[in-house]
């Protein structure tokens, strides 16, 4: 009762808006944060208890201006409702709409324009009490005097730089770090999930390109048996059943294709 007290008189998120239209410095900002969230509606396909944000306003009481949010390049929020009711989507995170639940976990990346991620943006977040705070910065890190990827733990009221690739969050019951992933169709330096042995969470691209790697190896594994069987005796009608190829693919093997 005290706390819907306190948000009463708080503006709803159509009140607010939901975007500054602030261009980001590179295609990064979108795509990595993307590639987290599409990850997690893999790993959590049966959970709706989880949200993630990407490039959108967390508003919360606890900075001067109510209406002035803070927009991580991502976050994640645990114990909220996957979809509102009613709605199909959020337009912005607005905590007093959330039962006052913050966000877990925060990442900003850094690009050639500093946007305050190692000061400002931190002392926000530490305010606001989001437990942990990611720093992606693989281009800039020297001119920042940081490393590339820095996680840090909101300890009594203060961030503390952790230790540790990939980077154990217990509450979420999940680790992040870099990783070389399939994106895109090329090889890349990716931000990625990782089980609690430390085994990262393959994109659904990555799946499918093994699955087809596994599906062409056991096909040749086939192949190479035809040319034993018919040793053993077989017809090729009789390698055909029995390895699940088509009789056209075990004469023309053998060579045996009679022409037209």
Do not use: C
């Not at 980077?167 to 999940?174: N, V």
């Not at 609690?196 to 056991?218: L, T």
């Not at 005796?233 to 023309?252: F, Y």
């Amino acid at each position: 009762m005290v706390q819907a007290d306190l948000y009463k008189n708080l503006p709803t998120s159509d009140e607010l808006p939901d975007a500054d239209d602030t261009p980001v410095d590179n295609e990064d900002q979108n795509l990595l944060p993307n590639y987290l969230l599409f990850l997690l509606q893999r790993i959590w396909a049966d959970r709706q208890d989880w949200y993630f944000g990407v490039d959108m306003g967390i508003y919360h009481t606890t900075g001067k201006d109510h209406r002035v949010p803070v927009i991580p390049d991502g976050f994640l929020a645990l114990g909220v409702p996957r979809r509102k009711p009613g709605q199909r989507f959020r337009r912005s995170y607005v905590v007093w709409e959330e039962a006052g639940v913050v966000p877990t976990m925060a990442l900003e990346m850094v690009s050639w324009s500093p946007g305050g991620e190692y000061v400002e943006k931190m002392d926000i977040y530490a305010n606001l009490g989001v437990l942990y705070y990611v720093i992606y910065n693989p281009e800039y890190w020297g001119r920042d005097k940081h490393q590339p990827f820095e996680v840090y733990k909101r300890i009594g009221e203060k961030y503390h730089l952790q230790r540790g690739e990939p980077y154990w969050m217990p509450e979420a019951g999940l680790a992040i770090g870099r990783a070389q992933g399939l994106l895109g169709g090329e090889i890349r330096e990716v931000l990625s999930w990782f089980d609690a042995e430390g085994n990262r969470y393959p994109s659904a691209e990555e799946q499918a390109q093994d699955f087809q790697a596994q599906a062409q190896q056991e096909r040749q594994a086939r192949l190479a048996a035809i040319m034993p069987l018919q040793r053993m005796g077989l017809t090729p009608a009789q390698i055909a059943e029995a390895l699940q190829l088509s009789l056209e693919v075990v004469e023309e093997s053998l060579g045996q294709i009679t022409p037209d």
